[in-house]
């Protein structure tokens, strides 16, 4: 596609609830980036795809967390278990190379936990 | 661990003021550092510094880094509404994979 399609826009769980968040990237990019920000802060980086592969998970705040992008384009991030603390703007970029130069972000998953 | 910090936090104006931001870093293993407009909710890229002293310029942005004082500014001349956004500045340092944020500029322009 054109950009980096994120779905859905807008997600309300209920604490506890598990929610699954999905990540369309521009096609051909091998790069795949999760961040998370919180309202008035800026991103933070959570996970890093090489194609299908998972290089780097760090930024995962705990075990509730998982990613995956089995096919090595369309990625789906999980949150089991929502706390009020996950609430945030979900952000996906990718990219051609594995640089940071040239990422394209996506506009985003806004998640908010009652 | 990697650390962005941009100042001011927030910065009203009226259209055509000049104005700055500011970005201080400490990273290691420094790669480069990015310039992004935050509208709504996507970060759109604007520039990307890794030469000190070396001016990137695009219309009325421009922003230029210095590595010795660990710093960047983003000018914007003339302003106008539309560049009202939040401006993010971050840092690629020790993992070449992942950016370091800051905070954020919430720039407001008046009519």
């Known amino acids: 596609g054109a950009g980096v399609s994120q779905s859905p826009r807008y997600k309300v769980a209920k604490r506890g609830q598990d929610v699954a968040l999905r990540c369309d990237p521009i096609?051909?990019?091998?790069?795949l980036f999760w961040y998370q920000q919180a309202l008035g802060q800026g991103p933070e980086f959570l996970t890093y795809?090489?194609?299908?592969?998972?290089?780097?998970k760090s930024g995962l705040p705990s075990d509730r967390f998982f990613a995956e992008r089995p096919e090595g384009s369309v990625s789906t991030l999980k949150i089991q278990r929502t706390q009020q603390e996950d609430s945030a703007v979900y952000l996906c970029?990718?990219?051609?190379?594995?640089?940071?130069?040239?990422?394209?972000f996506g506009s985003g998953t806004r998640l908010t936990v009652v | 661990e990697d650390k962005v910090v941009q100042s001011p936090l927030s910065l009203v104006v009226h259209e055509g003021d000049t104005v700055t931001l500011n970005c201080s870093y400490e990273?290691?293993?420094?790669?480069?550092l990015l310039w992004y407009k935050q509208e709504k909710k996507a970060p759109t890229f604007l520039f990307m510094l890794?030469?000190?002293?070396i001016e990137k310029k695009s219309g009325r942005l421009s922003s230029i880094l210095d590595k010795k004082e660990l710093s960047s500014i983003l000018n914007i001349t003339a302003t106008q509404t539309g560049d009202s956004a939040i401006y993010l500045c971050?840092?690629?340092?020790?993992?070449?994979?992942?950016?370091?944020f800051g905070s954020g500029t919430q720039l407001t322009v008046l009519p």
């Open positions: 970029a990718s990219s051609l190379g594995g640089r940071v130069y040239g990422y394209t």
């Open positions: 990273v290691t293993n420094f790669r480069s």
């Open positions: 971050a840092v690629e340092g020790g993992s070449a994979r992942q950016l370091t």
């Open positions: 890794t030469s000190s002293g």
């Open positions: 096609s051909g990019h091998v790069s």
């Open positions: 795809f090489q194609n299908e592969a998972q290089l780097d």
